[in-house]
């Protein structure tokens, strides 16, 4: 097989990881970034589990949605640290580690500690002291799952689930365009390596009841603008409140809206009052992420998110400047 320059740029960084991961004697703490999903949790916990196997020391803080918490044991994730721990190995998964205000888990803004830095997003600054950042990879826990297989870590069911989690969850259980070959591969090996398809599954749809009373709250706030092209739906704290809910069940509303027919954009608006956060899916041509990047966020160009820390009707506002602007992009570019 002949590999083109980036491959083996890619492949070079993953070795430079395992190394240094392999010959660390520190403590090594890990963490993701804030609204954790099934990949943050996924890809800390497969790397922890994986390291603690080889007799590191690896800690992962987080604070872990009700929704995932059957994956994790009692104790095994710790609560985020208020100060950065000195002396520790930190690596930062799924988010950049100089986007202070994403990043959960340690406070990365003035930490003196050295970062290693795995993420798919391509708004990534890459300036952690080791890097892997590639944009065209599905999943963090796909990266960190090859990184398991460099470091010769053998897979057991307990660092598979995890890993497989975090796919599922970012290629939204391989129906999103970023399924591709290279993603089968790899969630093959994890079922070969003990990984559980069903087991996942069934425990990521779980559903609470109020859950069922939120989601019919959020569909009578359903609109639809831009000719019917772009479909948006708002959660207040009201709705929240009223359904005995927490605003980490509204995180996974927005696939509800996705796949209206005929629309291109789906955004969810959470109203929390003095600032809103966006939630945004494209399927079509237009970028989520120059609209998240336009309204102060970013993310991928079919998923991705900002906070604007204005209230809903300037957010709307900031929103839909930015949807005129992204149509427009598309239809000059023919
Ligand atoms: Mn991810």
Redesign the pocket.
């Known amino acids: 097989m002949v590999l083109n320059t980036s491959e083996v740029h890619y492949s070079e960084k993953l070795q430079e990881l395992a190394l240094e991961l392999l010959a660390s004697s520190q403590d090594i703490v890990i963490v993701a970034h804030i609204d954790p ?1 099934g ?2 949790l996924g ?1 800390c916990l497969g790397l922890q589990r994986a390291l603690r196997s080889v007799g590191k020391n690896a800690q992962t803080h987080m604070s872990i949605p009700r929704y995932l918490r059957f994956m994790v044991e009692e104790n095994e994730i710790l609560p985020p640290l208020e100060v950065c721990p000195e002396h520790s190995l930190l690596v930062v998964l ?1 988010v950049d580690p100089h986007d202070f205000r994403r990043v959960e888990g340690v406070p990365t803004e003035g930490c003196s500690c050295r970062i290693l830095n795995i993420d ?2 391509g708004t990534n600054a890459r300036k952690a002291n080791l890097h892997l950042v590639e944009p065209r990879k599905a ?3 796909q990266m960190v799952a090859e990184l398991v297989e460099i470091m010769r870590i053998p897979l057991e069911p307990h660092i598979s689930n995890p890993l497989l989690l ?1 796919i599922i ?2 290629t939204g259980s391989f129906r999103f365009s970023n399924a591709d070959a290279d993603v089968f591969e790899r969630a093959a090996k994890l079922l070969e390596g003990g990984a559980n398809l069903a087991y996942l599954n069934d425990n990521m749809a779980q559903t609470p009841h109020y859950f069922y009373a939120l989601q019919a709250k959020v569909l009578q706030s359903i609109e639809f603008l831009f000719d019917s092209k772009v479909i948006i739906a708002r959660v207040t704290q009201d709705m929240v409140q009223e359904v005995g809910a927490t605003w980490e069940d509204v995180e996974s509303l927005v696939g509800l809206i996705r796949s209206a027919e005929g629309t291109e954009l789906a955004a969810l608006f959470k109203d929390f009052g003095d600032s809103v956060k966006l939630s945004l899916r494209s399927r079509g041509r237009l970028s989520a992420q120059n609209i998240a990047i336009a309204c102060g966020g970013g993310g991928h160009v079919a998923a991705a998110g900002a906070t604007v820390t204005r209230p809903y009707l300037e957010a709307r506002e900031c929103f839909e400047t930015a949807v005129t602007a992204e149509f427009e992009r598309v239809s000059a570019q023919g």
Do not use: L, N
């Open positions: 999903d990949d943050a890809s799924d798919h997003h999943a963090c826990a975090g969850t970012d």
